[in-house]
C-alpha cells in the first residue's frame, strides 16, 4: 500500500534557526514530490520535485529529492514566526489511480 | 481568473440531510478532486476526476457522489449527512495530474449534528 510518512510531527524552534523538515514515501509508479504550507486555511504549494539530486530554492526554503532512498527533505534557514504552519508532503501515483498520497504533516512553530 | 472556487464557505446540517458542495476552477484544469481533512488524519482523497466526464474513487468515498459534466465544475454531493461526514473540505484541480501543482480552493466548513 502506497505510503508517505513525514518526520517529526511537531517542532518547536526560535527565529533564526535553520530546520530540516523529512518526508519519506513508498508509492507504486512514482511520478512527482510536492510540498505544502498550510496555515489556518488551504494549503499552499512550496515545491515540486520530479529529479534526484536537483535542489529548488525559494528564499529561505529549499528542497531535494532523492529517489533511490526515497525521501526528500524540505529546509527551513534563518526562520520567523510566519513560517509557522503546518507543512505537507505529497507523492503522486501515476499509475491506473492517479492521485496524491499525502503524509500527516510537520507542525512547525517559530516562537519569537 | 479566479482560480479555484468553494461555496458555501460554511455549512450546518442535521443528520440525513443532503446536500451539495459545489467547486468551480477558470484555469482550464483537466484534473479536479475532492478532499476532506480532520485534525490528525490528514487529507484523505474522497474522489477525483481527470477530465470532464470521467471520475473515480479515492480513499474514502463512502457517503459521497461527484460528477463532471463540464471542465470548470466538480460538485461533491453528501446524500444523507451523518456526524462523521463533520470536517473541513477542500477542492483541487492541477492542469495535469501529477507534472503540475495542485491549486487548493479556499474550504468548506461543515458541521453535521
Known amino acids: 500500500e502506497d505510503k508517505v510518512v513525514q518526520s517529526p510531527l511537531s517542532l518547536v524552534v526560535h527565529e533564526g534557526d535553520t530546520v530540516t523538515l523529512n518526508c519519506s514515501y513508498e508509492?507504486?509508479?512514482?511520478?512527482?514530490l510536492l510540498w505544502y504550507k498550510q496555515e489556518k486555511k488551504a494549503p499552499t504549494f512550496l515545491f515540486m520535485l520530479?529529479?534526484s539530486g536537483i535542489e529548488k530554492k525559494s528564499g529561505r526554503l529549499s528542497s531535494i529529492l532523492d529517489k533511490k532512498e526515497l525521501f526528500s527533505i524540505l529546509n527551513i534557514t534563518a526562520t520567523q514566526t510566519g513560517d509557522s504552519a503546518v507543512y505537507l508532503c505529497?507523492?503522486?501515483?501515476?499509475?491506473?489511480?492517479?492521485?496524491?498520497?499525502w503524509g500527516l504533516g510537520t507542525s512547525l512553530a517559530v516562537n519569537p | 481568473n479566479a482560480g479555484v472556487t468553494q461555496t458555501p464557505k460554511f455549512q450546518v446540517l442535521k443528520t440525513g440531510q443532503s446536500m451539495t458542495l459545489q467547486c468551480a476552477q477558470d484555469?482550464?484544469?483537466?484534473?479536479m478532486s475532492w478532499y476532506r481533512q480532520d485534525p490528525g488524519m490528514g487529507l484523505r482523497l474522497i474522489h477525483y476526476?481527470?477530465?470532464?466526464?470521467?471520475?473515480d474513487q479515492g480513499e474514502v468515498p463512502n457517503g459521497y457522489n461527484v460528477s463532471r459534466s463540464t471542465t470548470e465544475d466538480f460538485p461533491l454531493r453528501l446524500l444523507s449527512a451523518a456526524p462523521s461526514q463533520t470536517s473541513v473540505y477542500f477542492c483541487?484541480?492541477?492542469?495535469?495530474?501529477?507534472?503540475?501543482?495542485?491549486?487548493f480552493g479556499p474550504g468548506t466548513r461543515l458541521t453535521v449534528t
Open positions: 483541487a484541480s492541477s492542469y495535469e495530474a501529477g507534472r503540475y501543482e495542485q491549486y
Open positions: 484555469m482550464n484544469h483537466e484534473y
Open positions: 476526476s481527470v477530465g470532464a466526464g470521467i471520475t
Open positions: 508509492v507504486t509508479n512514482f511520478r512527482s
Open positions: 520530479t529529479s
Open positions: 505529497a507523492a503522486f501515483n501515476a499509475g491506473n489511480n492517479r492521485k496524491l498520497i
